[in-house]
């Protein structure tokens, strides 16, 4: 993936996150913060499992803020991946072929809307 398309994933990201972020605290739910970079976070995902960023996000995961990364790999499979937000370590690795089954995702949203 080319420097332009991941700085502007990037900030894409951050906007959401920035909205995320307001609303987890008035759910009062811990922060969504890291100090590890995106761009470290993906070089750690895609030197673990080659292919093209799909998605990078801060989630609560198991009432833990983690970085989710999905790649697709060669053969169009969608490898999601954990990291811990400051240390970088691979908390978890899956291949995604069911979204609804994430380990450890909260749904925060209404399903009767």
């Known amino acids: 993936m080319n420097n332009l398309a991941v700085l502007t994933a990037s900030a894409m990201t951050f906007a959401l996150l920035c909205t ?5 605290l008035a759910a009062g739910q811990p922060s969504l913060r890291s100090s590890l970079t995106f761009n470290k976070a993906i070089a750690i995902a895609l030197e673990e499992q080659p ?3 799909a998605e990078i996000a801060l989630e609560h995961s198991n009432d833990k803020v983690v970085i ?18 400051e240390s970088g370590e691979i ?12 380990p450890g995702e909260t749904d925060d949203e209404d399903p009767d809307g």
């Open 20 to 24: 995320a972020s307001s609303a987890q």
């Open 51 to 53: 292919g093209t960023i």
């Open 68 to 85: 989710d990364i999905e790649v697709i790999n060669d053969d169009g499979d969608e490898i999601e991946f954990h990291l811990d937000p």
């Open 91 to 102: 908390l978890s690795t899956w291949t995604d072929d069911d979204p609804s089954n994430d």
